[in-house]
């Protein structure tokens, strides 16, 4: 039987993460998991034909595509597209929500075949360009509010991999406080707490113990929030509040600022504490290395893989609006290496991880949030 527990990214030397969860280099159908798409091209040219005149196109959300997140990894989907499939590549970068109407009319005027729209925020502006352009192809990240014919929601039920993220934080906290907090009160943020949260609760029923989680409650649905994607500085104001209040590990769902809480935990531990950071999204190990040395782990949405998978699938004729859910059992979501801070991760821990993940792929251990996919 497969490793649940298993390490695939390139930098990781193999062995080097016994216990940790990684999301395997295996491009995601969109009914499932498959094979990675295969280059362009038949023997008779006629997939290339093809791809040269496909144009795929992505437009981000306010946080732009260099968040080092959601939006840098459905681009580097699109990017991979481009190289393993021949297509061609349009982009247009949100730095406003009022950007996205004109942003997603620019991609129709140019007669994109597929559009990728990322994030929860242009579900509004992707529903309308989709029902004035109904010959053309759009899939929204992160939403699953459209229903069209011609838009293929891909949705991720993060708190299942939040659950471990917040089971490993209780597990390594020295102060018995842990934290988290949101960019903005939405669905796709919260979905996050509600995992990292239970997550926590679970370890205290099964070890024992009484880790305090701040930031977040579950119950009322109330937390910590900065009310924005786009100001960094907001980041760094919460973080030093949760470290203020006694939190050593510390999970901001914020998109870019998550910048802004790496940058408090580094000043604070500088000054004597010895806080940890869980990344969202993608392994900020990879994509935040100014991070890294901070880095106890990452909750990771395949993005990159999936974006590239709905675009071969459209390329192929084979585009349907479906919705795509990624989980642990398809690995559309996954816990990160733990990396340079493998060591402050005990090996019974990691056991109990790897038994965590099976519980939740099998249904015996329940993970609930008001916001997970259905």
């Not at 529903?127 to 992160?142: G, M, Q």
Request: charged fraction near 20%; include cysteine; charge should be negative.
């Amino acid at each position: 039987m497969k490793n649940l527990l298993h390490t695939t990214v390139k930098s990781v030397k193999r062995g080097a993460i016994v216990g940790t969860v990684a999301v395997g280099a295996v491009s995601l159908l969109l009914t499932g998991c498959g094979e990675a798409p295969p280059a362009a091209g038949g023997s008779d040219g006629t997939q290339n034909a093809a791809a040269a005149d496909y144009l795929g196109c992505i437009v981000s959300d306010s946080g732009g595509f260099d968040d080092q997140s959601f939006n840098q990894s459905s681009y580097e989907g699109m990017q991979s597209a481009v190289k393993d499939l021949g297509i061609k590549m349009k982009e247009a970068q949100s730095s406003a929500t009022s950007d996205f109407a004109p942003n997603l009319a620019t991609m129709a005027s140019a007669g994109c075949n597929m559009t990728v729209t990322v994030g929860f925020l242009l579900a509004e502006a992707t529903k309308a360009a989709a029902a004035d352009n109904p010959d053309l192809h759009y899939a929204i990240v992160d939403d699953n509010s459209i229903k069209a014919d011609n838009v293929k929601p891909v949705v991720y039920d993060t708190a299942q991999a939040a659950f471990m993220a917040g089971y490993t934080a209780a597990s390594v906290t020295k102060t018995g406080k842990v934290g988290t907090f949101g960019g903005i009160n939405i669905p796709t943020v919260t979905i996050f707490m509600d995992g990292f949260a239970e997550g926590v609760k679970y370890f205290n029923d099964k070890q024992g113990k009484d880790v305090k989680v701040l930031g977040w409650d579950s119950d009322s649905q109330q937390g910590s929030f900065a009310n924005t994607f786009e100001i960094i500085q907001e980041g760094t104001k919460i973080t030093n509040n949760l470290l203020s209040e006694g939190a050593d590990v510390i999970m901001p769902v914020a998109g870019p600022l998550g910048k802004g809480a790496g940058d408090a935990i580094l000043a604070a531990n500088k000054g004597g504490k010895d806080a940890k950071l869980i990344w969202v999204d993608s392994d900020g190990f990879l994509t935040a290395p100014t991070y890294k040395s901070v880095m106890l782990t990452s909750v990771i949405k395949t993005m990159g893989e999936a974006v590239e998978s709905i675009v071969k699938d459209d390329l192929d004729g084979k585009f349907d609006p479906a919705p795509y859910i990624g989980t642990l059992e398809n690995e559309g979501v996954a816990l990160a290496p733990f990396h340079d801070l493998d060591a402050a991760v005990s090996a019974d821990t990691k056991t109990q991880l790897e038994d965590i993940k099976k519980g939740i792929i099998d249904g015996s251990i329940k993970v609930e949030s008001k916001s997970s996919p259905k």
